[in-house]
């Protein structure tokens, strides 16, 4: 009965996907259709519209299934990531992914570094992301890893779904992983040659807390960058055992910075830490619940560390 079924569901799954009807569906939901495709669609690169930009996507990766089959893609972070973007002159994209804001903000003729220590996702999707939007001289894009030093490192590649999680150790998750060495340096050395943003966004998978280790000229004055920055406590602990979230906010505070905490309404678990010297402008304001404007969030309420950042 399966196999004379087979045909119909995967039928009227591509029905649901291409007449757009998955993008009303919970993501649970859509995903269970998803996952019905022929697998040609489940993995297949494909150029997207997102918010006036367009991107190449795989539909395999965590991120481009969402931007190609289901609903918006993290609306308020890129609603506040859009806001932050306005009158910049140099951004930092640290763990660039597939270069989405490093899309956004040479859209906006924002001159871009992005950084992304996975070569695949450099050449196959940042750089092509980047030349779509904007003139090819507005960004650069490093293949390295931002660390507490410059050299080499070995680098897990991503897991089977999500590009985007490659990490500097091996996770528990991560199986039998392939490995590969990449360069690194620290983020002072790289403003020493590519100039000193005034935004910089960082999703490095627990290597924030090198980041920081490794330097602090960055972060100094009056003209420090924004940061915005996703932390992941259980990958900051594998990396520096007894280093909590609360050492790496006590440290950009003691800069001179204050800082704000957003999420995401369907992600939960995806918050991030808003650091500022400049004060913000209301349409980045707005964006900001009452409850999550507490210096700190999360972080400085033990007992809130599992419950939102796993």
Not at 49 to 77: E, I, Q
Not at 130 to 146: E, Q, S, W, Y
Not at 171 to 194: F, H, S
Not at 267 to 276: A, L, P
Request: charge should be positive.
């Amino acid at each position: 009965m399966k196999k004379i079924l087979k045909p119909f569901v995967r039928a009227a799954a591509l029905i649901l996907v291409f007449t757009g009807i998955t993008r009303l569906f919970s993501r649970r939901l859509a995903f269970a259709v998803i996952v019905r495709l022929p697998q040609k669609y489940q993995s297949a690169d494909s150029i997207v519209a997102f918010r006036g930009v367009k991107l190449k996507v795989n539909a395999g990766d965590s991120m481009g299934r969402v931007l190609k089959f289901m609903d918006p893609y993290k609306p308020v972070h890129t609603a506040l990531m859009e806001s932050l973007l306005v009158d910049k002159k140099l951004f930092y994209d640290i763990g660039a992914h597939i270069g989405l804001y490093s899309a956004m903000a040479v859209k906006r003729g924002v001159r871009t570094v992005s950084i992304e220590p996975d070569p695949a996702l450099c050449q196959y999707y940042i750089r092509p992301n980047v030349v779509m939007n904007g003139p090819a001289d507005l960004a650069t894009v490093l293949c390295k890893a931002v660390s507490d030093t410059k050299g080499t490192a070995t680098f897990w590649m991503h897991r089977m779904g999500n590009l985007g999680s490659g990490r500097l150790f091996k996770a528990e998750d991560m199986g039998e992983n392939p490995t590969i060495v990449v360069e690194t340096d620290t983020l002072d050395n790289l403003v020493q040659q590519y100039g000193k943003p005034d935004l910089m966004k960082v999703h490095i998978e627990g290597a924030e807390v090198l980041m920081l280790r490794g330097s602090y000229k960055v972060f100094e004055g009056e003209d420090a960058p924004t940061i915005v920055i996703e932390f992941h406590l259980p990958d900051i602990a594998a990396i520096a055992p007894g280093t909590s979230g609360d050492d790496l906010i006590k440290k950009l505070l003691g800069f001179g910075y204050k800082v704000k905490t957003i999420t995401e309404p369907k992600y939960k678990e995806s918050m991030w830490h808003v650091f500022y010297k400049r004060d913000l402008s209301p349409a980045s304001l707005a964006l900001f619940a009452p409850e999550t404007q507490v210096p700190g969030g999360y972080f400085l309420n033990a007992s809130h560390h599992g419950e939102h950042l796993q």
